[in-house]
């Protein structure tokens, strides 16, 4: 008996691992986030299995299913979006199963913000332009930030930024970042991405929020700030140069 932590992917049920779907199909018991994960990416689950929304549940609740799981023997697929290494909210599950001896693993997926970028049809470390990306959030009603990691702070960096869980504060998140990006600075949001409903803002620092406010999106929406969004002119990367000797293409002779 294993507790599988799986992340499912942005949304898409293509874009689930083949190790995640497996797990899916193979599990007696599934519990998934309803409020971010569709309900094809639990469609595999075998036609007898124990499936809980854990979307108005509490972590009490969901360990007591997976104990149980534990007592009968019975295998548990614990289905999050993206990849549960960010934001997944697995870290206390994973404390929790550890105090009471219960094994797991962890499958990850898709990220939210690779889904944007192919979305947006863009590369976001592009040479010469950015070679960082920092994903954060801001805080709302979830868990505070840390104290020194505040968009200021990020923004000094002049990296590329993945927003997560912060379209509501999307003004705050201008006004922090315009001294350091500019207001002209590329800017996009990536609404439900994958899904079949999925929205796309360009613009830039200046125009985002009110994009985002005639667009109606509230929430499941990426924010991405910074230079590699519009870059036309920029190095080729040195990979595929022909002047560039490396062990797998070394000099002529």
């Given at each position: 008996m294993k507790v599988h932590f799986i992340g499912a992917g942005p949304g898409d049920p293509d874009l689930i691992t083949v190790r995640g779907k497996k797990y899916i199909t193979q599990s007696p018991i599934c519990l998934y986030a309803g409020s971010l994960v569709p309900k094809a990416l639990i469609a595999d689950a075998p036609a007898n299995a124990e499936v809980f929304d854990t979307a108005s549940m509490t972590l009490d609740e969901i360990i007591e299913i997976m104990a149980n799981a534990y007592d009968r023997d019975l295998s548990v697929a614990r289905v999050h979006s993206g990849d549960p290494a960010l934001y997944g909210a697995i870290g206390e599950q994973m404390r929790q199963l550890n105090k009471r001896g219960i094994p797991f693993d962890v499958t990850p997926g898709v990220p939210a913000y690779a889904a944007a970028a192919a979305a947006l049809e863009t590369e976001l470390t592009l040479p010469g332009v950015s070679q960082t990306l920092i994903l954060t959030r801001t805080a709302m009603q979830s868990s505070e930030m840390p104290s020194n990691e505040t968009l200021a702070n990020f923004g000094r960096t002049g990296a590329t930024l993945a927003i997560h869980l912060s379209i509501r504060n999307i003004k705050k998140i201008r006004t922090e970042l315009e001294p350091f990006y500019g207001a002209d600075c590329p800017a996009a949001i990536?609404?439900?991405?994958?899904?079949?409903?999925?929205?796309?803002?360009?613009?830039?620092?200046?125009?985002?929020?009110?994009?985002?406010?005639?667009?109606k999106i509230t929430r499941t929406a990426l924010i991405l700030i910074g230079p590699v969004l519009g870059a036309k002119a920029f190095n080729d990367s040195a990979l595929y140069n022909p002047h560039h000797v490396h062990i797998l293409r070394p000099k002529k002779s």
């Open positions: 990536v609404y439900q991405a994958s899904w079949p409903d999925q929205k796309v803002l360009r613009g830039t620092l200046a125009t985002i929020a009110e994009q985002a406010r005639a667009a």
